[in-house]
Structure formats: C-alpha cells, structure tokens
RNA sequence: GGACAGGUGGCCGAGUGGUUAAAGGCAGCAGACUGUAAAUCUGCCCGCGCAAGCGUACGCUAGUUCGAAUCUAGCCCUGUCCA
C-alpha cells in the first residue's frame, strides 16, 4: 500500500518494514497524533552490538519522524537470565552488574536519540520496575486467563524447540508473556501505541497487542524488521576480533570502522539506507558504482556510521589512518600500538603481543603460512628477529596491521 | 519414580579397547587471484617447546586394563514414553 504518514514513509523506502500489525490504522494514527513506541533491549553486556543497530536506527526514525521513541531495558527479564540462547544457561547476573550494563548501554544511545521531557523526546525505561514488584499469584490470576497454551504452542520460538526436541523451559516458555506484559504497562504508563523489533519478535508484540486489547481495551501496534544477514548469509555482526561492538571501551573505532569498510560490494546500498541519514537520492548514486569503484561507497558508509554511533573526530580519524595504511603503506594513528624494547623483539612474541596471534602456536602457524609481514615484507621465519630503534609496521595478513614502536 | 535413547573440540557430527589430539562438515585464520568485495583453489585450525616430546581434552567421580572417548559402577544433565 502507499502511506501518507511520514513515519511509515521513511520507514519503508529505507527499507525496514518487514510485517506490520495494521498498516492502515498505524498509518493513520502517525498522521493524527505523536506515537510514543518502544523496542525492547538486553542488558546482558555493557555493550550492545552492530546486531542491535537496525533496532537502535528504527527509534532514530521514529523521533526524525516527530514520533517519541522510547528505550526499553530488559533490567528485570535479565534478572530472571535470558533463556533464548538455547540449551546453555546463563550466568545470572546480579542486580548491580545489570544496572552497570544499562548505564553503559545508555551512553550509545545518547548518540543516536536527543532524550529529554519534550513531546518528542527519548526516554529510556527499565522493565525491572514493574516486572520485579509482579506477584506470582496476581500475575496468574491477572494476565493468565488471556493466554491459551493450545496457542502458545503455536509460536515458531516454541514449536521450533519442540519438534527438534531441544529442551525449553518453564521460564523460556513464560517469557513472552512478560513481553507481552511490558507492551500494557507501557501502553499504560507512557500512552505508548508502538512495539517495533526483529521479525522473530513478531509473536512477542501480537502477543502484547493482544493482551493490551483484551486488558485495557487499548489498540495498540506493531513492527517488524527484516532479519539483517550480510550477502553471504551471515548474521551480521561477527569478525576476527569478535562481536562488534557498539561502545567505544568495548572496542576501538579503527575496528569499527573498518567492519564497515569490508562489507560485501551487495550490502552497501542496504547498509546505507538502513545505517545512515544520508539522502535517498545519494545513496543510489553510490550504490550504483561498479566494480572497484564502489569502495569509495563503502568508505562514505564507514565514515557515516562511525560517525553517527562514534562520533566526527572518531570516524575522520579512522578514515584518515586507512588512507595511511592502506593507501600509503605507513602506519595510520589509529592502529594498535605495541612498544619495541631497544634490543627488539622476536615476530613471535610481537604477533601475540600486539594481539594478532592468541598464541605463540598460532603466531607461528601465520608465520609458516606466509601471513606474517615486517614493514610489509612477508616473514617466514619464526626466529625472525625486529631490530630496536625504529617505528616498524607489523601486519597479520593484508588488512590487519599495526605498529611496533621504540618504548 | 520407571523404561528407553543420549551428553565428543566455537557449532554440527563420526568414532565401541591401542595406528585417536580424535573422520567429515560449518565457522574462523592465512596464501593465490582481486578492489581492504564476492566466488574459486591451496594450506592451517588445543596449549607449551627449535625439536624429540610434554601437558591438557571426549558430562562428573571412582574403577577394570600394560593401555579407555570407547568397558564397569555411582552421580549430574537432556530428550521420548509411562506413572
């Protein structure tokens, strides 16, 4: 259908529209009054990753889009540890860890959502709140009679685990019923209309719209976006070092940046619509690069993102020690630094020591197999030894690179 | 509580007494080709050691054996069915 709100507008030619609950009744209620609306987050880690930035980009529309967008903690359902990782159980974290995490998580936020009391403006909220001070019995008495479990067993997340035999427990199986509690309570307590989430949430917010319809006779709606894999298939989100993070302490922008910098040539017009600001019109023109030409895409992509979740000085920095390394061969300022004792240091202990080797078994293998480079010059040499004195460049492969500099 | 089937390296999954640091696949790393892309081909892929080798490892704990992921007992966990 063709919408008129600028809300659905923006979200579907930028491409994050996977289901909607009632495209006409959300699109009309976007024209006729400010949609507070909400999305659901872990607090598991002090970070949350570039998984999560569909999620975090679709508040940042809602509020461009004169909405109010509101960030939901999930301080209490982590509380009770987050089951959907399937068999394994979690660690469960204390009070105070989550509360540290929530804190930490916040700040990234702050980069993407102007928070404040206006009409428009951010808030972020915890689930503890209302979840920790449930009673088991009114929780029953009050939200169970809504819920069937003929059609509980009918969600994927739960037919899913049973038909491949896989355990699922008591507290996975009540947990979308706490998501759907969190839906009404905020329907209640902020006026929120809007749920929006990752297409497996989709059973979680009908459940919430359901529930709050039935409860407090309120409509309320629903989102969802496409799941984000990268071309070749992958869940987005995972590299040499690890996950990539989305705080800064948790990891270096140069890594950040250069994420970005190695999408696959499919994804960028996708990563573009969906990850930065820039204009419709522009990011065709990029898109529409062939060949090698279309790096120069994937830079204004790895400067715009960077940007956005890092900052102007992070991104430009990053940028400029790309150009460095990569362009020039040197060493950018950006890149991991490891001292160079006067006497020098052998290639083993200067891989592992910079990071690119976990081990010395590991950095001997790199070395064996012709990965290793001093100033650019392939090393197969494990005794190789770096002289003292001079900056020198140490690579692990053609992308990873650092440099060994006199103490 | 009972019967049966299971628990193997990041994941999946072979393996029923020595030749098993454990097939194969996926993921990952590196090399070649390129454009810091993809695809393809090649090599690597527990730790320490230059090496011989040593140390860890097949749910946990005790045993049998010259020798166990493989056999025995107990325990823990998961699934299916029964109560």
């Known amino acids: 259908m063709t919408y008129t709100s600028i809300l659905l507008r923006l979200l579907d030619e930028r491409g994050y529209i996977h289901q909607l609950t009632d495209a006409e009744g959300l699109d009309s209620l976007a024209n006729a009054q400010v949609i507070p ?31 109010k967008p509101i960030v939901l903690m999930g301080g209490g359902t982590t509380k009770v540890g987050d089951p959907s990782g399937k068999d394994e159980s979690r660690k469960l974290l204390t009070a105070e860890a989550i509360d540290a995490n929530i804190a930490s998580i916040r700040k990234v936020f702050e980069r993407f959502l102007t928070f404040g009391d206006g009409p428009s403006d951010a808030v972020m909220v915890n689930n503890d709140d209302w979840l920790s001070a449930l009673g088991y019995v009114d929780l029953l008495r009050e939200v169970g009679p809504h819920f069937t479990i003929n059609r509980m067993l009918t969600f994927d997340s739960v037919k899913l685990r049973l038909e491949r035999e896989q355990p699922l427990t008591f507290l996975e199986f009540n947990y979308m019923i ?101 204009p419709l019109d522009e990011i065709a023109r990029l898109e529409a690069l062939e060949g090698s030409e279309i790096n120069a895409a994937k830079v204004v992509l790895a400067n715009e993102v960077t940007r956005l979740c890092r900052g102007d000085e992070a991104a430009k920095a990053a940028e400029a020690t790309a150009s460095a390394t990569f362009a020039g061969g040197g060493v950018g300022a950006d890149l991991p630094v490891l001292a160079l004792p006067a006497e020098g240091i052998g290639i083993i202990d200067a891989l592992v020591g910079i990071g690119f080797a976990a081990s010395r078994g590991e950095a001997k293998r790199l070395v064996a197999g012709g990965g290793a480079r001093v100033d650019g010059e392939p090393v197969g040499d494990e005794a190789f030894h770096i002289p003292g004195g001079q900056e020198t460049r140490i690579s692990s492969g053609k992308k990873r690179h650092g440099v060994l500099r006199p103490a």
């Not at 529930?211 to 799941?227: A, C, D, K, Q, Y």
């Not at 040499?240 to 989305?246: F, R, S």
């Open 37 to 67: 609306g909400y999305i659901g987050f872990d607090a598991t880690a002090p970070s949350l990753h570039v998984g999560s930035l569909v999620q975090i980009m679709l508040l940042r529309r809602l509020q461009q889009a004169g909405h």
């Open 178 to 278: 706490l998501q759907a509690y969190d839906f009404r309570e905020l329907a209640l307590q902020h006026g929120c209309r809007l749920q929006m989430g990752g297409s497996d949430q989709w059973g979680n917010i009908v459940n919430g719209i359901e529930l709050t319809r039935r409860m407090n006779g309120i409509e309320v709606f629903g989102v969802t976006t496409p799941l984000l894999t990268t071309a070749d298939g992958a869940k987005m989100g995972k590299t040499a070092a690890g996950a990539v993070w989305l705080n800064e302490d948790a990891l270096p922008a140069w890594d950040f940046w250069q994420y970005w910098r190695n999408a696959d040539d499919r994804d960028v017009g996708k990563f573009l619509r969906l990850f930065t600001d820039l």
